[in-house]
């Protein structure tokens, strides 16, 4: 087991690639935090680990909010006593071309991709530097690397993670700390399949040229990446065992990117 008794906090690990992420750790050994808005849903996927022999438990997070992170983090602390590996997953979408954006949805986008990336960042390193060590990998996307029409404040959020990833990465280094970007494709999560729709009447095109024409074009097989192998890189970014992987962004999208 790669991550056998390690501690991991996944926020945004109630439902899609969060979970699968959590889920993924847990089969490699670690115990896992599983913070989220949704309390339910989290608890629910706490007692599915729990039932298959994981260790896990849930943490209600809003990580746009500096009191509910400190508090989470410090539940999770309270319970396994460290933290090894953060995930910063949680996300929004907005799909509006950004003329008729309101200033409301992009300051959201940017709360829980940066604010939240920030909030959480910050409360891991406390730990981490104290205990000498850790990993932090941050849920980028293509839109990392690319920027597509209607999506302005959330490439312009996941375009910040690969700054604040560089930033922590020579930060930390000196504590033991890693720090890497996670860039996949389009997953067909809740998330994704919701824009399917919106981006068709934005764009005055069928739903079906939505996937095909507009999402998949670029890749070299005409699929979406899934959780699982998004979670595949997770592991092998969070199980590397030295500082020679750090700052640096992992392109998980069947070529529709290429570095």
Same mark, same amino acid.
């Given at each position: ?16 690639i969060?979970?699968?992420?959590a ?12 913070a989220?808005?949704?309390?339910? /849903?989290?608890?629910r %996927?706490? @007692?599915? =680990?729990?039932?298959?022999? *994981? +260790?896990?438990?849930? &943490? ?10 400190e508090?989470g ?16 997953n ?10 008729a ?15 939240? /990336?920030?909030?959480? %960042?910050? @409360?891991? =390193?406390r730990?981490?530097? *104290? +205990?000498?060590?850790? &990993? ?14 209607l999506?302005?404040?959330?490439v ?13 990465a020579?930060?930390g ?11 996949p ?10 824009q ?13 040229s939505?996937?095909?024409?507009v999402?998949l ?32 962004s ?7 990117f290429?570095?």
């Amino acid at each position: 087991m790669r991550l056998r008794d390690k501690v991991a906090l996944v926020t945004g690990a109630a439902g899609g690639i969060g979970r699968e992420i959590a889920r993924a750790f847990a089969r490699e050994g670690a115990r896992v935090a599983i913070a989220d808005l949704d309390q339910d /849903a989290a608890e629910r %996927t706490v @007692a599915e =680990l729990v039932g298959e022999g *994981r +260790q896990a438990i849930a &943490t209600v997070m809003d990580v746009a909010s500096e009191a509910q992170v400190e508090a989470g983090m410090a539940r999770v602390i309270e319970a396994y006593g460290r933290i090894d590996i953060l995930v910063s997953n949680a996300g929004v979408q907005r799909v509006c071309p950004l003329e008729a954006l309101s200033f409301e949805d992009w300051r959201q986008v940017l709360a829980v991709h940066l604010d939240g /990336a920030f909030l959480t %960042t910050r @409360a891991a =390193l406390r730990q981490m530097y *104290r +205990q000498g060590g850790g &990993t932090i990998l941050y849920m980028g996307s293509v839109h990392s690397k690319e920027a597509s029409r209607l999506k302005a404040p959330y490439v312009t959020a996941k375009h910040g993670l690969i700054g604040l990833a560089k930033t922590v990465a020579k930060e930390g280094a000196r504590h033991g700390v890693r720090a890497n970007v996670i860039c996949p494709g389009f997953v067909r999560t809740p998330l994704v399949q919701r824009q399917i729709p919106e981006q068709a009447r934005a764009l005055g095109i069928s739903e079906e040229s939505v996937v095909r024409d507009v999402m998949l074009r670029e890749t070299v097989d005409g699929e979406f990446t899934t959780t699982r192998e998004v979670a595949q890189a997770a592991v092998f970014l969070a199980s590397f065992e030295s500082g020679a992987l750090t700052g640096q962004s992992l392109v998980v999208s069947h070529g529709w990117f290429m570095q």
